[in-house]
């Protein structure tokens, strides 16, 4: 599997940004996808995942009832619609394919998943 982020930016604190993952290959569909990131001097850090056809769904504390992630299987894209963004959100997304993931679960630690995109960089300015 293949995996292009696309859709950062520069975006003021308040405002959206909708990422999206686009992947090749066909085990997308077969994958439970997650998003991380990864702010300049710390550690890369998980944001949310969502379950190979999308009825379970993850979010880190940081980012519920802010963050949504979706997908759609018949365009393998996967996606993360961002409001209310806050100046510490700021970071480079990456999102992730795990191929080992159970039907119904999602995983939230970076070593579990085995297919990684190149990184978006999404800049909120205060």
């Known amino acids: 599997v293949q995996l292009q982020a696309s859709g950062g930016g520069l975006v003021q604190a308040g405002g959206s940004l909708r990422l999206s993952c686009a992947a090749s290959?066909?085990?997308?569909?077969?994958?439970?996808m997650g998003w991380f990131r990864q702010a300049p001097g710390k550690e890369r850090e998980f944001v949310a995942a969502?379950?190979?056809?999308?009825?379970?769904?993850d979010y880190a504390d940081s980012v519920k009832g802010r963050f949504t992630i979706s997908r759609d299987n018949a365009k393998n894209t996967v996606y993360l619609q961002m409001n209310s963004l806050k100046p510490e959100d700021t970071a480079v997304y990456y999102c992730?394919?795990?191929?080992?993931?159970?039907?119904?679960?999602?995983?939230?630690?970076?070593?579990?998943?085995?297919?990684w995109g190149q990184g978006t960089l999404v800049t909120v300015s205060s």
């Open positions: 992730a394919a795990d191929r080992t993931a159970i039907a119904s679960n999602v995983r939230t630690v970076a070593r579990d998943y085995d297919y």
């Open positions: 969502i379950s190979r056809i999308g009825g379970f769904r």
């Open positions: 290959g066909r085990t997308f569909s077969s994958s439970a």
